[in-house]
């Protein structure tokens, strides 16, 4: 399996991948592929709360097509990544149904989630080479293929 998404976390190597999803996590690594190195981490740092989980969605035709769940220690420091099971990853959902039940999941199985962040594929990829990320969000968010839930503080005064 690729490690590339973990090492751009900078993720311990003793607490490595669990659960992750073969064909999500290929998905996430094509792309991922072009990415500026150190933007993962970045983004984690600047908004996932420490002690919490973060979520991304990535749909296309409104079945998730890639996800990653990042768990953050106390010090938020990335412990560990998967991808998101259950009926969020089920067929027939709509985006906003499946980003709800993305964050119930993992609030059930990683504890507190402090940021769901859903996007269509279109958008995620516009996302990734922008220049202006907040540009690019806002952009999403007007097309209704964005989901936040919950909105952490950072990114809101971010995307104001």
């Known amino acids: 399996m690729p490690h590339r998404i973990a090492h751009a976390l900078a993720l311990d190597p003793a ?4 659960d992750v999803d073969q064909a999500q996590w290929a998905h996430l690594e094509m ?3 072009d990415a500026a190195p150190g933007e993962l981490g ?9 002690g919490t989980s973060a979520v991304v969605g990535i749909f296309d035709d409104d079945l998730l097509w890639a996800s990653l769940v990042v768990s953050v220690d106390n010090s938020g420091k990335p412990v560990s990544v998967s991808t998101v099971r259950g009926p969020a990853a089920e067929p027939g959902s709509d985006m906003a149904k499946a980003a709800g039940e993305a964050v119930k999941w993992v609030q059930a199985h990683h504890g507190p989630c402090s940021l769901g962040f859903f996007v269509d594929k279109a958008h995620a990829e516009e996302l990734l080479k922008a220049s202006d990320k907040a540009a690019a969000i806002r952009t999403a968010s007007a097309s209704g293929r964005l989901v936040l839930s919950p909105v952490p503080a950072a990114l809101a005064i971010a995307l104001a």
């Open 15 to 18: 607490a490595g991948l669990r």
């Open 31 to 33: 792309l991922l592929e």
């Open 42 to 50: 970045a983004a984690v740092n600047a908004f996932v709360a420490a």
